[in-house]
């Protein structure tokens, strides 16, 4: 996540709409699919969702799986703790 850019990301059609993904081998096979002009039930079908995304999302099994951002993930730098988050969001509110 730190490494990517919203400019980097597949883009593809499924059902319901659209999906962004981190390059992965999936989400690049299923851009293809959509260029081929597959229809969005195929993709969909290809895609397994929850299943695919449990595994490049939560699993970090990112050869079979696929990583769902938005464009978002252009503004990720690094990796910090949730206290430094909130420290950094409260620093005004702070006595």
Known sequence: MVKADATQIDFFRT???YYRSIPTPLSQKLVQMD??????????NA???MRNMKFGML???????YISVGLGV????SIRSSKE???DITQDFKP
């Open 35 to 44: 260029k081929d002009l597959k229809t969005r039930d195929e993709l969909y």
């Open 47 to 49: 895609m397994h969702p």
């Open 59 to 65: 699993d970090g099994q990112i050869d079979v799986g």
């Open 15 to 17: 059902i319901p709409y």
């Open 85 to 87: 988050i909130i420290d």
């Open 74 to 77: 252009s503004m990720i730098h």
